[in-house]
């Protein structure tokens, strides 16, 4: 898939200067799946390979005339009822580390004021801050962590010279069932 990609661009590997991946949070299987193959290309091609959070690829893609006057919280679907939460001030800098919470406890951990929300568990949690009182609008951004948003975000940072590899964030522990003893 990574060489079609390159190919549908009209790249070669050679003219890369850095990988740029998702270090989660999102589904336990598919981080640890993009954080591997864009480590395995960065050694590879002996390239740098920086990681940024999904929360951040999202906050990138919401236009800043959106987010004048307001906290942007973006939300991210955790799945069993949970989202993903971080709030943004309007220049995309947290306010706060990322956490998993269950939408009726969203206004209580989000900043006071008027809120945009983002992210593909926006308008799961839009109903329950609606319940608590607070004042919120949907963005119209694409709400996904888009590899597009992804790789501006990582092109407006300088490249490290070297460092640690991204590591995954988990905001909850795996959802596995570990097997019974005797089976």
């Known amino acids: ?15 890369l200067d850095a990988v740029a991946v998702t270090r ?17 290309l960065g050694l590879a091609l002996a390239i740098p390979v920086i990681g940024i959070t999904s929360f951040e690829a999202v906050a990138a893609a919401v236009p800043a005339e959106e987010r004048r006057g307001r906290v942007l919280a973006v939300l991210l679907d955790a799945k069993r009822r ?6 943004f ?3 995309l800098l947290p306010l706060a ?12 951990a ?26 919120t609008t949907l ?11 992804v790789a501006r975000v990582v092109a407006e940072r300088p490249l490290p010279s070297s ?10 522990q795996a959802d596995v069932t570990l097997p019974t003893v005797g089976r």
């Open 163 to 172: 460092g640690p590899a991204p590591q995954p964030i988990y905001l909850r």
């Open 82 to 87: 949970e989202v993903y939460v971080q709030a």
């Open 89 to 91: 001030d309007a220049a």
């Open 97 to 108: 580390p990322g956490t998993a919470l269950v939408p009726e406890d969203l206004a209580g």
């Open 24 to 40: 989660g949070p999102g589904g336990f299987t598919g981080v640890r799946i993009g954080l591997a193959t864009a480590r395995a």
């Open 110 to 135: 989000l900043p006071a004021g008027p809120l945009l929300l983002a992210g593909d568990g926006a308008a799961q949690a839009a109903a329950a801050l609606a319940a608590a009182g607070r004042a």
């Open 139 to 149: 963005s119209q951004s694409s709400g996904t962590a888009d590899a597009a948003w």
């Open 1 to 15: 898939m990574v060489q079609e990609v390159m190919a549908s661009a009209r790249l070669e590997f050679a003219a």
